[in-house]
């Protein structure tokens, strides 16, 4: 018989627990088998999809949240801005000095 590289071929690779060559992956392939890899890709893809799907719901939540913390910190910052103004228009300059300190 002639060898794989006499004939063109690369030598198959070896197992490497067995020490085998591995089989032939051009085996001809059964609709039954066909069939399962099909499923098991699309089901994979969906997954895919999905896990997609929550990721961008959890970073829009995430922003929302982000947003509305800012909000209130803006809101407080005003809010603290107004009471020292009124404050200040009802007190003298050496209480405001007082207060600052």
Not at 64 to 83: A, E, G
Request: with cysteine.
């Amino acid at each position: 018989m002639a060898s794989a590289v006499a004939l063109g071929r690369a030598p198959k690779p070896l197992d490497k627990r067995t020490s085998q060559p591995t089989p032939d992956s051009r085996q001809p392939i059964t609709a039954q088998q066909q069939e399962s890899a099909c499923l098991t890709w699309l089901r994979g893809d969906e997954d895919l999809q999905e896990k997609e799907k929550e990721k961008k719901k959890k970073k829009k939540k995430k922003k929302k949240k982000k947003k509305k913390k800012k909000k209130k910190k803006k809101k407080k910052k005003k809010k603290k801005k107004k009471q020292e103004d009124l404050l200040d228009s009802h007190s003298s300059p050496q209480e405001i000095k007082q207060n600052k300190k």
